[in-house]
């Protein structure tokens, strides 16, 4: 086992660091993970940027990483995982304890953390410490090496659940990146007989045509033209797109709000969700939704290596936080230590 651990410290905006790290002890009921994927989500790109995501402002140099994947190098006394297990790192950790948590609503614990949202440092270290319950084996089809996908595909379980995704549905998603595509492969292995996928970016979209979708359809040139469809998935965070959706749906159906919010948007068809009672939901995370991504991946009903598109060396961190803006082609961007 090596005695050095080098993390991808942010500094501040634009100024990330590549430090050595004292090497972290497990505790009791953690495990000590030597790291074997990492991956860059759009709030990396967020704090690596402007030094904030949305609320969260950074105040002090902390690790970045909450998507990453690894093989379990030492556990405490009380873990139950045992050395040499190849797992994938659950971030977001709940307390475990209050109304939320004790409902099985973890997800929007008020009082958890999130390794990799400042101050907390995250994943993007060779070696990591974590509660032995953050973490979720992997079987031989999904190597570490790429186990860090499981994370978003966890984004994407929830967000097909909470859509409430039925065989024979209409699915129409906005969005085409890594999680729209995600979104689209979990959807069609819930039974959705047609999935209509918009975006701006002709890239993406041919990478959903390839991966099964009935149409896409780039909103940048042509108007969405899609009436009846069941269950909207916005994974774009853009307004328009939420709004533009919704006037899609039939009555009766449901909307769900994946992709970042903006803190208040304008134009929201709040009388034509009324109207036709479509129910409007969110999604934040996932709960419990990591055995089946990891089911899912496994048996390759999600190509997970489908949104793989570039490959950085820890060293190179700030070069992989800025290529899907520098080659927007660029879909999920994997970091290796
Ligand atoms: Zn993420
Ligand atoms: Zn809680």
Redesign the pocket.
Known sequence: MTTTNRAAVLYGAQDIRVDDRPLPEPGETDVLVSMRSG?I????MHYFAEGRNGTNVLRQPTVLG??GAGVVVAAGARASVAVGTPVVIEPAVPCGVCASCLAGRYNVCPDGYCFGSPPTDGLFSQSVVVPAASVHELPAAVPPEIGAVI??LA?AVWAVERAEVAAGHRVLITGAGPIGLLVLQVALAAGAAEVIVTDVNDARLAVATALGASQVVNTAREPLDATGIDRLIECSGSPAALAGGILTLRPAARATVVGQARPTIDGLPLGFLQRYEIDLVTAFRYANAFPTAIRLAASGEVDVRSVITATFPLERVADALVAPVADPTNLKVLITY
Do not use: F, L, R, W
């Open positions: 991956g989500c759009g709030s990396d909450h998507e994370e978003p984004v």
